[in-house]
């Protein structure tokens, strides 16, 4: 067997698709510590399938303690890293040969859960279906990607219910996309007979937290008033880089990215920070083989079935 302890160290922060890929690929090669607040890996692409089938929601949560052979799962938050030093929240510092960022970024429940327990994270997931399936009428604020899917998802499980998104930009799905992609969603979405209502903001946000329920009545800036008894934020993600130095600090992009070279490797202007290595520099989509988009990550050592495979209108969740 290969004794990783005779390799270099990496610490890699963050246990998401990027760092637990990387993790496992450096564990025969080198000293890791993979370092993640959660108890669990969270196969967020299935994060919205899970909200309306919650049989799903124990299958989505995977723990670490069988992810590395050699290597250490440390679960803490980083607080501050530069180029040869990090910092966890409890005050300990780890000097490794190599640091990987691989933080990811964070975005609105239900696509993403920031709840560091399991079993608070499977509890808000089913206080928030049962909200849900007794609503009538939902909100969705955001038409991108993830309003799309989460509309999908929701006309699937409930065809009765009325389901309204509403966005800012004036077309659904903004970006640069083929519009012949836009013409079919739209097509899709008049079958399943939900409404957008585009090109304004709401004057204001309900006063009810997303996911729970309770009818309210909000405006748009254009005067449209919307009635609903849940709704969901589908928009809003932020690169998670708030823990960096002052030197890897400067080197973000206006909206909060790492910049790196081609080499993924992360710099700033005087290119000092050679031992970091970033994988929060763009957002990727996980590397599952492209027939089984919902497959269950291959990184994992368990053995358990696949979820059912339910067809779904939308683009996936990226």
């Excluded at 993979?34 to 967020?44: C, G, S």
């Excluded at 929240?89 to 990987?100: E, F, M, N, R």
């Excluded at 009325?162 to 079958?191: C, F, K, S, T, W």
């Excluded at 800036?221 to 809003?236: L, N, P, S, V």
Aim: with cysteine; glycine share 8%.
């Amino acid at each position: 067997m290969n004794d990783a302890s005779q390799h270099s160290s990496a610490v890699v922060i963050g246990g998401g698709y990027g760092g637990v890929t990387l993790a496992r690929a450096l564990d025969e090669h080198a000293h890791v510590t993979l370092v993640e607040p959660k108890d669990a890996f969270v196969h967020n692409v299935a994060a919205l399938r899970a909200l309306v089938e919650p049989t799903w929601l124990p299958r989505i949560f995977l723990p670490y303690d069988q992810l590395l052979a050699h290597g250490t799962v440390v679960r803490e938050r980083a607080v501050h890293v530069d180029a040869d030093q990090v910092v966890l929240a409890s005050g300990q510092h780890l000097s490794p040969d190599y640091i990987v960022l691989a933080t990811g970024s964070t975005y609105p429940f239900p696509a993403k859960s920031d709840e560091p327990n399991t079993v608070d994270a499977i509890g808000r997931y089913r206080a928030a279906h049962t909200n849900l399936e007794r609503a009538n009428r939902v909100m969705l604020l955001g038409a991108g990607a993830v309003g799309l899917e989460l509309a999908g998802e929701i006309a699937a499980a409930w065809p009765d219910k009325h389901i309204v998104l509403v966005d800012l930009a004036d077309q659904i799905l903004p970006g640069p996309y083929d519009q012949r992609l836009r013409d079919e969603l739209h097509h899709q979405l008049d079958n399943l007979g939900v409404e957008r209502v585009m090109g304004h903001a709401l004057a204001h946000l309900p006063d009810i937290p997303p996911g729970e329920a309770g009818t309210f009545t909000v405006t748009t800036t254009a005067g449209t008033r919307i009635e609903a008894d849940i709704w969901f934020r589908c928009h809003g993600i932020t690169p998670v880089t708030d823990y960096l130095g002052d030197e890897l600090m400067a080197a973000r992009t206006h909206d909060g990215y790492l910049k790196v070279t081609p080499s993924s490797r992360s710099s700033d202007s005087t290119g000092s920070t050679p031992s970091v290595i970033s994988r929060t520099s763009t957002p990727t989509r996980p590397a599952w083989p492209p027939d089984r988009p919902r497959s269950w990550p291959p990184i994992f050592r368990h053995t358990l079935p696949e979820p059912p495979s339910t067809p779904t209108t939308t683009p996936p969740h990226p």
